[in-house]
């Protein structure tokens, strides 16, 4: 008897044990297996009595999704209707590549196991957290997060909604920073698409799809501003996403993943860049040009002026692009840093140029007094007339000189080694050896000779005619040095005009 009873109470053990483990497993009471809850009395039960009547575990588990057949028996996928509500964007930070949202993100889908419609009861039941916990809700992420949270105080923000016939609405307050490449190539007349990208993370297409609402997928708040950028237009789109062992999207799950996206254009203001950058780089530029009305001696003032509006355009132009990833692409506002950097060094460059023709010693003569003639003679001075004249008399001096060459010493009309007398010395008269030779020629000879020479100076006298240079004016070094500085208070700008004109247009045409 004693080993019956024993018996007996081994196996009331061993059930009891069972019974707890299938507690522990389902979350259930041990009454609760026993007995599944009925529904007959689910008209007049309170919300709370009906959601945990609805979700049994005899009925309900929240581990698998809703499953639905099509009329041929085949297993669907379950849709997840999403809307989004934007409360506030937040100006793009171009040097992270991200933008920040706070949105409102909506989920609806149907669950008939959770439908009671036909209990004679037509109200919505509305729950928080410990509602949502209750029930199977599908895993959704965004795709190009870098880092996200549910808004609240002391709760999170999370509202679930169940309709009689079974739709659930869930509904989550919620910021994220979101990546977004950025094109900079036409900065800061850019326009940025940034785009938020929800998808599927725990079921592939055959089991989950996500869909946009049919009215109203995106909307913003009517109160929301922009502070640097203005968002011109925004657009969305349904993809799929393929997940493989390269591309693992998913973790260890692969396969083809639902995808919903919304794109926003954000046109950037240029207003704070026309007044703090544009406009103070124009009088900078401006300012370099007040050397030109300086003394081209005035060699510490214009240097001063010249180097400081140098630092100074630096600064600002360092100042606007702090912010700015480094790339390595010419960007526009780099178009125009070149630009002024060039027209302030050439202001640098043309004070060099007329401070060293300012220090020259010699006039310049010049053929015409107009750009051509002053820009090359300073760069290659021609020598003055003085000097070539000087010159020709030294020449005609050393080929006066040169006659002296036919003179022939005495010592060369002796007699040869034969004993005979050279014939070719016959008009000269030899005399003894220690006395001076004399040298005679006929008279004949001696016309000759002086006609010759007469028509030989009536020819060099004719070339003179015919070779003499054009008429020169001469001006002295500082002359030039002011002219070239009049002239460069004209030039630099229409040059910078001109540069202005490009530019514009050329943005205007991006």
Known sequence: MNKFINTQMCITLILSSVLLLLQHANGATVEEMEDCPSLANATYM??????????????????????????????????????????FLQNLNSDLLQFKMHALLQLRFQDKRLAYKGFQRDDNILGQKHLSERLWLPHIFFANERESSILGTDEKDVLTSLSPEGNVI???????????????KKFPFDQQLCSTVLESWMYN?????????????????????????????????????HSDEINLRHGAFLGDYSSLSFTVNLRREIGFYLLDYYLPSMMIVAISWVSFWLQADASPPRIMLGTSTMLSFIT?????SKNLPKVSYIKVSEVWFLGCTFFIFGSLVEFAFVNTIWRRKENIELKKVNSKYIIKSTLTPRPSRRQIGGSLSNDSRARSCSSLDNIVSSTESVRNGNGNVNHGYNNYLTVHPNLPIIKTECADTVSISSERMSNEHIIDIDKEKKET???????TPQEIAMWIDRRSRFLFPVMFLAFNALYWTFVYVL
């Open 46 to 87: 309170q919300h709370s009595q009906l959601i945990q009547t609805l979700t049994h575990v005899c009925r309900y588990d929240r581990l698998e999704r809703p499953i639905e057949y099509d009329t041929d028996g085949k297993r669907q996928p379950i849709v997840v209707k999403t809307r989004i509500y934007v409360y």
């Open 469 to 475: 240079p054009p008429t020169f004016t001469t001006m």
């Open 316 to 320: 600002l132009s360092s100042s606007q």
């Open 205 to 241: 297409t055959s089991d989950l799809v996500l869909e946009w609402e049919e009215s109203s997928p995106i909307s913003f708040d009517p109160e929301m501003r922009l502070t640097e950028y203005n968002m011109d237009k925004y657009w969305h789109n349904t993809t799929i996403v």
């Open 170 to 184: 869930l509904s989550t307050r919620m910021q994220a920073s979101l990546y977004c490449w950025m094109n900079f």
